[in-house]
């Protein structure tokens, strides 16, 4: 592999980082790590090649302070940096100061990513490009008359939007004239805090739709191809919770003209490296063009288990100069491939963060069956940052096959010390409305809006291993006492007590 880098830097944590260094290991890269003070032990930091402290705790100090990161890797003579997602993965500032200090930024160009971070600019180049985008205003306005006409226009409900925004901050449901202008207001200074800066604009409020996007990669010589679509609409308060390709609602037609769009629309931004564009999907089958997000994305491995092309790999190629060799005809999709995120979470706390040491950690494993984890067995799970601890990602040869192979991974996974959404994530893949392939970005609403009120089952499941797990754990307990004379050989783990909770044993 000439010419591609000795040495790359992440800068990120948890496991988009254990990811990204296992990707340098695969290909002869040496791996640099940078932590803070809360990750001194974590695992990405024990993995890689070469560790650099970074100092407090607080991302501002740490995993946002570009300084520190360049100057992490000026000191271990890192040639380009990984962002991972989140922290600087789509800061144009810090692609544009890696660019001007001779780092390669593993991501877009900085002025791909500024035009991208527009919407209203994004929605300008698609409309000119011929993409379809959702109806509304076509630039930002001060005029509370001009909203007020366009809204009429369109015919409500409208939403007002953020042009700086994305994750749905400063995004307003407007139902009639009456509330439109306190909603304008409310999205100025929710815009303004967020992104620092208060230019709103409307749009048609697409009722229900899904959230359906594109995965693409572009090289830096003109070839763009896209690696077909991922269904993320299972999704509570803009964040996702679970994904999966192919998308349960697009069928062979559908499909090829939104694979088409999508590679219309990065050529149209002069994007470069992976990125992804989202779609609205209405429900008569019309779609369109949501946003481009510039980064890898946390559900990338879906679209790796269905396409068998490592995303990591061709981000790292492509950023090296090297031209893609991928042609859109050799890729294809095979079989299903779902991903849970699994969070530190309380669910029945309404979502709670849950941090804390994990004391125990069983991770899944099996065939079809991927665990992408930042976490192990001791480490203390940190407040600072995304709750995020692993994903489950599983891959079968149709939709029910990975539907059942998640259901028993998930019941295989234990984490205990902290609550995870690990149970949660069991109650909605059981759901007859995701079994049947129709849930909508209005699902989890709908359905699990009070869960776990009232929940015996996940109790007495988390009784059970807890219980296991201290017997097995302390001195004298059965994992200590093997098979002696005269004593009968009990569980010896959490799992196989868990076996006989299963099979109906009291927990
Ligand atoms: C919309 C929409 C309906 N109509 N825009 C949410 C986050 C941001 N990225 C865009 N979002 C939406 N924009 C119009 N014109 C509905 C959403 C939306 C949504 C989109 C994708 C995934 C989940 C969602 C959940 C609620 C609302």
């Not at 409900?157 to 925004?165: E, I, T």
């Not at 994305?166 to 004239?177: C, E, L, N, S, T």
């Not at 090829?256 to 779609?279: H, K, L």
Request: overall charge negative.
């Amino acid at each position: 592999m000439d010419g591609i880098f000795r040495k790359i830097l992440i800068a990120n944590r948890g496991e988009i980082a254990v990811r990204v260094i296992k990707a340098c290991r695969e290909m002869g890269i040496g791996a640099v790590a940078v932590f803070s003070d809360a990750d001194a032990d974590a695992p990405h930091v024990r993995l890689a090649d070469e560790a650099v402290s970074l100092g407090p705790p607080p991302a501002a100090e740490s995993y946002l302070d570009m300084g520190k990161i360049v100057a992490a890797a000026r000191a271990t003579g890192a040639e380009a940096i990984h962002p991972g997602y989140g922290f600087l993965a789509e800061n144009a500032a810090f692609a544009r100061r890696c660019e001007t200090e001779g780092l390669v930024f593993i991501g877009p160009g900085s002025s791909a990513l500024e035009l991208v971070g527009d919407k209203v600019r994004a929605r300008q180049t698609m409309d000119k490009a011929g993409v379809p985008t959702v109806p509304g205003m076509k630039s930002c306005s001060a005029s509370a008359e001009e909203f007020r006409a366009a809204a009429r226009a369109l015919g409500y409900p409208v939403m007002v939007k953020a042009s700086a925004g994305g994750g749905g901050k400063g995004m307003r449901i407007v139902a009639g004239d009456d509330g439109l202008e306190a909603a304008i207001e409310a999205g100025r200074r929710e815009a303004k805090s967020a992104f620092g800066d208060d230019s709103v604009y409307l749009e048609k409020c697409i009722e229900e739709p899904r959230h359906v996007e594109f995965q693409v990669l572009a090289d830096n010589h003109g070839r763009t191809v896209h690696l077909f679509e991922r269904e993320c609409s299972i999704q509570r308060r803009h964040q996702k919770i679970l994904e999966e390709s192919p998308s349960p609602a697009l069928d062979a037609g559908l499909r090829r003209e939104m694979g088409e769009t999508a590679v219309r629309a990065m050529r149209a931004a002069g994007y470069n490296n992976a990125g992804t564009v989202e779609f609205l999907l209405d429900k008569s089958g019309r779609f369109y063009f949501l946003e481009v997000n510039a980064r890898l994305q946390v559900e990338h491995p879906v679209t790796e288990l269905v396409t068998g092309i490592d995303l990591v790999r061709q981000q790292i190629l492509m950023a090296s100069g090297a031209p893609l060799e991928l042609r859109q005809e050799d890729v294809a999709q095979r079989g299903h491939a779902i991903e849970c995120r699994i969070y530190a979470e309380d669910p029945k706390a309404g979502f709670l963060p849950s941090a804390g040491r994990i004391v125990f950690l069983r991770e899944p494993k099996g065939p079809g069956i991927r665990f992408d984890s930042g976490i192990a067995e001791g480490f203390n799970v940190p407040v600072f940052y995304d709750p995020i601890l692993a994903k489950l990602i599983v891959w079968a040869e149709d939709r029910e096959a990975a539907r059942r192979r998640m259901a028993a991974a998930l019941e295989d996974c234990v984490i205990l010390g902290i609550h995870t959404t690990a149970g949660f994530l069991g109650d909605v893949i059981d759901h007859p409305e995701f079994r049947a392939g129709r849930a909508t970005t209005a699902f989890i609403g709908q359905h699990f809006a009070s869960w776990g009120a009232g929940e015996g089952e996940e109790d007495r499941r988390r009784l059970a291993l807890a219980a296991a797990a201290f017997e097995a754990l302390s001195p004298g307990g059965s994992a200590a006492g093997a098979a002696g004379p005269g004593r009968r050989r009990v569980a010896a783990t959490p799992w196989t007590t868990l076996g006989r909770w299963r099979a109906g044993g009291e927990p």
